[in-house]
């Protein structure tokens, strides 16, 4: 099938495993790490794009850039389902040898992705002007806002389709290309953005154009290096197979569910920054700054859960369920190392971490009365995060969607329950159980996933 950018075939590619456990954790780190460096990537973008903006001359500009930024990351983050499901069936296709169906996947995907896209772009100024009557911001953020989200808007067809092509990647086994597509696309923006504001006075219009332009350039690398290692795929192209309808239902019945699965992500993850909010602002800075230690460990084991992906859904497709079984054990042994180690992580460097996200020494003694909840986040949600790698490898959707409805549940039950009492306490009680109910529901049902 020729070489692949990684020196390997495409029919040799993760084939020929002795089961062994020296070679699943190489398999398991051969899909992790670029996943993480790829996640790493993500918050270092945002740091740079506040600190352009920091600096000309008002603080409506970071206000817009917070605005717009989330505006954005809630609508991205909706439409996440088209890396996931794609990464799934993908990964089942080709542990099959289905070629047709891994050219069919990717070209699937690529398709409703663009569909998606010019619905986004025909009901743009709707989105926006609800959108900012939901957040109220004042008028001169609103306005920056605006210019900002006019001009990002434009990149959501490379975007939306990134996500397909990551996925697709993934389920080839293969993380380092998205790596690379990241890093690129990551280091385009900011030298972008420094150009455009800097030198061709563009302000905050020249950010938002540099996120646009970097988002097709990464668009382009990808496409660059789909073609230059996976061209010999173009045999196995039958397009009366993309757009069958059998194709389409499945395609939309799993990323409905995850869909589903993702709103509750969202609205529990936002309730719990609203929530501080009503608190206070000392409550609201705490929450934040401690909510950091749980986005720094999540990045690292989405990098395992991408590896679940992968492998999980590469073992199903050869219906080896010798494979199957032992990628789940080493998964779950790298899981609870990584949780364990991020533990004592908390446990001994909770306090120089803070100082490094603030220097007010009030805002410091009052985050470490509920830094305790922070010892809590890796193991508590170590499983959820395995378990979704897993289940989306699996392509048993369903199984995601109820175990995050029922971590949202619990979630409110006890906020409603426990806040009047204990106040923020009662909100991270809430948080740490709705991460340990995801992993236990996902547990109780894994035997679902091999049929």
Sequence with gaps: MGRTLWGQSVESLGYGFDGTMNIRDKQILYMALPSIVSNITVPLLGLVDVAITGHLGSAAYI???AVGGMLFNIIYWMFAFLRMGTSGMTAQAFGARKLTEVVSVLLRALFVSLVISVVMLCLQVPVRELSLKVIMPSDEVAALTRAYYNICIWGAPAALSLFALTGWYVGMQ????????????NVANILVSLLLVYVFKMKIEGVALGTVIAQYIGLGVALVLLFRNYWRLRR????????????LLRFFSLNKDIFLRTCCLILVHFFFISAGAKQGDMELAVNTMLMQLFTLYSYIMDGFAF???AMVGKAIGANSRAIYDDTIRHLFRWGWGVAVLFTLAYLLLGR???SLLTDDVTVIMAAQAYQPWTLLFPLCGMAAFIWDGIYIGATATKGMLVSMASGMILFFLLYFTLVPLWGNHGLWVAFVCYLAMRGVTQTLMRDKLWV
């Design 307 to 309: 590896a679940g992906e």
């Design 352 to 354: 120089p971490f803070l």
């Design 236 to 247: 196995y192209l039958c397009r009366q197979m993309v757009l069958t309808r059998g194709a």
């Design 174 to 185: 293969n993380s380092r290309i998205p790596m690379a597509v990241a890093i690129v696309q």
């Design 63 to 65: 206000g817009a850039i």
